[in-house]
């Protein structure tokens, strides 16, 4: 038998965890920012809260983003529930991060879409130790002909 969670005990999880986990509004206005996010992104919960999604992609993404997102709002289906997404990202420093994230739709109770959850790591360092390894494997099969 599952044991009841508090609400503060849920709070206290979402908001210190190490991932980045957020809240957009069907607007796209984020309305929950952890400290996760705060460590993964640099902007503090004061900054994000309120502000568009875009404060975090980049700007050469962003017809693509909210054609999706748009789409996802109206039709309250998504086909990225349950699949890893990777895709950049901005920082505040202005530079940009590899970001790997998964959403969740949430609907209050007559199903009627509230917005999207997403829990977002920086995989930056990841990314660039996987450049490296394949530039080395080239190199060999390079000198190996």
């Known amino acids: 038998m599952a044991q009841t969670i508090d609400n503060d005990l849920c709070r206290g999880i979402l908001e210190n965890a190490p ?13 929950f920012w952890n400290a996760g996010a705060e460590a993964v992104f640099g902007f ?16 050469r993404l962003r017809v693509r983003h909210w054609s999706g997102y748009h789409q996802v709002m109206a039709t309250g289906e998504t086909h990225y529930g349950r699949e890893l997404l990777s895709v950049p990202a901005l920082h505040k ?13 949430l609907k209050d109770k007559l199903g009627q879409v509230l917005g999207l959850g997403a829990i977002m790591r920086d995989i930056s360092k990841r990314r660039m130790e996987e450049k490296a390894l394949k530039d080395r494997l080239a190199i060999l099969e390079q000198t190996k002909h």
């Open 44 to 59: 503090s919960e004061d900054e994000a809260l309120g502000q568009s999604l875009d404060l975090i992609i980049p700007e």
């Open 93 to 105: 420093n202005g530079g940009q991060i590899s970001s790997e994230f998964s959403i969740i739709l």
């Open 19 to 31: 991932d980045a986990i957020l809240f957009a509004d069907r607007n796209g206005t984020i309305r």
